[in-house]
């Protein structure tokens, strides 16, 4: 989608949706709006993290989530989290929710203020490639906790507070 054209819902401080704008607007105005985040984990326990192509606006050439991205006007976080997986990697998959809070991040560009839905897929599909996402690699729950510790300027600031924030949901639905 074109974030000059991108519709998202404002929402308020308890995710009450109170009216809509432009999401190239987002940073300027300073706005709560929604986003939907996926892990995406194969059968063997490993994790697709991806690697953000160099053309975007947010964290360009960082490591994140296999998918993430704003949820649009009128549509729930469930349908967003399989819309973005559909559009960057082209997976199809059944998710299970994890988690929803809300974030602020802090960017070049200003404040990032939304409410994040987390959710979890299991395929062994790959992802295929485009202008969104440059590769990706496969780590396993103790790979990504390590490469963290090690560099943690290689990841978005956003899967570094989404990864806490599931960390221990994770390791229980992959060790079932």
């Known amino acids: 989608m074109d974030i000059q054209t991108e519709l998202l819902d404002v929402v308020n401080g308890n995710d009450e949706v109170i009216g809509q704008d432009l999401k190239s607007n987002k940073i300027a105005k300073g706005f709560i709006s929604r986003v939907a985040a996926v892990f995406l984990a194969d059968s063997e326990g490993k994790f697709i993290i991806t690697k953000r192509s160099e053309q975007k606006m947010i964290d360009p050439g960082l490591y994140d989530l296999a998918a993430v991205g704003s949820v649009v006007a009128g549509e729930n976080y469930e349908a967003g ?8 990697l082209s997976i199809v998959c ?22 994040c839905a987390v959710f979890l897929g299991r395929t062994d599909q790959l ?13 396993s729950l103790d790979e990504i906790k390590k490469e963290i510790g090690l560099h943690p300027e290689k990841f978005c600031p956003g899967f570094l507070n989404d990864f806490r924030q599931v960390e221990e949901k994770l390791v229980l639905k992959i060790l079932r």
């Open 81 to 88: 989290a399989r819309r973005e997986l559909h559009e960057e």
């Open 127 to 139: 992802p295929k490639l485009n202008d969104e996402v440059a590769g990706f690699v496969k780590m």
């Open 94 to 115: 059944e998710l299970e929710s994890l988690d929803k809070f809300y974030q602020e991040i802090d960017h070049e560009k200003g404040k990032l203020k939304f409410f």
